[in-house]
């Protein structure tokens, strides 16, 4: 779970709701090579300022990728400056509401898969074992971003933690860019009021909470806070009792 965040991924794919951007990015999608913004116009019938808009701002949103370079197998001094170029953006953009993460559960799966299958292992310890591992590198991964922020933990000569030891601000942001909707439970602790696999989690409970758990430890401990803090809930149970959301994750984080 560390694609772009998800504010980020639905401007993205509501910015296709312009019929203009929309038929760019079909020309764009559909052509055999990168694509111009002259020749994009013309095809479509716009002026080039509106082509050349449209364009830019679907590179910012992470749909297209520019690229630069000179057409014609011209070369060397006096032979033009390079030109701007368009192509559809490798990674795909998705997003759902709420926050869902199946394409995660689908790489940890198959990860899990291919390591029993290849060492003889329990696919069960496998599996946690793969997604121990992603929440210690999306963990890490967070920890690099809030370092390199300006007002992140190493700025202005501040020690580069995690937030202080047993702090769980940074595990909250963490959490919150996941999709996982934290909030306070009122001693300390925080309840996790989305769950990111729930459709899956609803026929297969015991295999997807107990993997996610195994995310959620391996990133708390990238993040400073001890895995022991991040307790399993009987989730059913609560919902049974009316003392969970519908969508609420089978986790909770304790308070230090």
Same mark, same amino acid.
């Given at each position: 779970?560390?694609?772009?965040?998800?504010?980020?991924?639905?401007?993205?794919?509501?910015?296709?709701?312009?019929?203009?951007?929309?038929?760019?990015?079909?020309?764009?999608?559909?052509? +055999?090579? @990168?694509? =111009?913004?002259?020749?994009? &116009?013309?095809?479509? *019938?716009? %002026?080039?300022?509106? #082509?050349? $808009?449209?364009?830019?701002?679907?590179?910012?949103?992470?749909?297209?990728?520019?690229?630069?370079?000179?057409?014609?197998?011209?070369?060397?001094?006096?032979?033009?400056?390079?030109?701007?170029?368009?192509?559809?953006?490798?990674?795909?953009?998705?997003?759902?509401?709420?926050?869902?993460?199946?394409?995660?559960?689908?790489?940890?799966?198959?990860?899990?898969?291919?390591?029993?299958?290849?060492?003889?292992?329990?696919?069960?310890?496998?599996?946690?074992?793969?997604?121990?591992?992603?929440?210690?590198?999306?963990?890490?991964?967070?920890?690099?971003?809030?370092?390199?922020?300006?007002?992140? +933990?190493? @700025?202005? =000569?501040?020690?580069?933690? &995690?937030?202080?030891? *047993?702090? %769980?601000?940074?595990? #909250?942001? $963490?959490?919150?860019?996941?999709?996982?909707?934290?909030?306070?439970?009122?001693?300390?602790?925080?309840?996790?009021?989305?769950?990111?696999?729930?459709?899956?989690?609803?026929?297969?409970?015991?295999?997807?909470?107990?993997?996610?758990?195994?995310?959620?430890?391996?990133?708390?401990?990238?993040?400073?806070?001890?895995?022991?803090?991040?307790?399993?809930?009987?989730?059913?149970?609560?919902?049974?009792?009316?003392?969970?959301?519908?969508?609420?994750?089978?986790?909770?984080?304790?308070?230090?």
């Amino acid at each position: 779970m560390t694609k772009l965040a998800w504010s980020r991924r639905l401007a993205a794919l509501a910015s296709l709701g312009d019929e203009n951007r929309r038929r760019l990015f079909d020309f764009v999608a559909s052509a +055999p090579d @990168a694509v =111009g913004r002259d020749d994009a &116009a013309k095809a479509l *019938g716009l %002026a080039r300022s509106t #082509a050349s $808009f449209h364009l830019d701002r679907l590179v910012n949103d992470g749909l297209l990728i520019a690229e630069f370079r000179k057409l014609g197998g011209r070369e060397g001094p006096g032979s033009g400056r390079p030109a701007k170029l368009y192509r559809t953006a490798v990674d795909e953009v998705a997003a759902s509401v709420p926050d869902r993460h199946y394409d995660l559960a689908a790489e940890l799966l198959v990860t899990a898969v291919e390591a029993a299958t290849h060492d003889g292992g329990s696919p069960r310890d496998a599996l946690l074992a793969a997604a121990r591992a992603r929440g210690k590198s999306a963990g890490e991964a967070a920890v690099r971003a809030a370092d390199r922020a300006p007002d992140g +933990p190493g @700025a202005a =000569g501040e020690p580069e933690t &995690a937030g202080g030891a *047993g702090s %769980a601000a940074p595990f #909250a942001d $963490f959490l919150a860019g996941q999709g996982y909707c934290p909030a306070d439970d009122g001693g300390g602790g925080l309840l996790l009021l989305n769950c990111p696999f729930h459709r899956l989690a609803a026929g297969h409970a015991d295999v997807v909470c107990a993997m996610n758990g195994a995310f959620l430890a391996g990133a708390s401990a990238a993040l400073g806070i001890d895995p022991g803090r991040v307790e399993a809930l009987a989730i059913e149970d609560l919902r049974a009792q009316g003392a969970a959301r519908p969508g609420q994750c089978c986790a909770r984080v304790l308070p230090s």
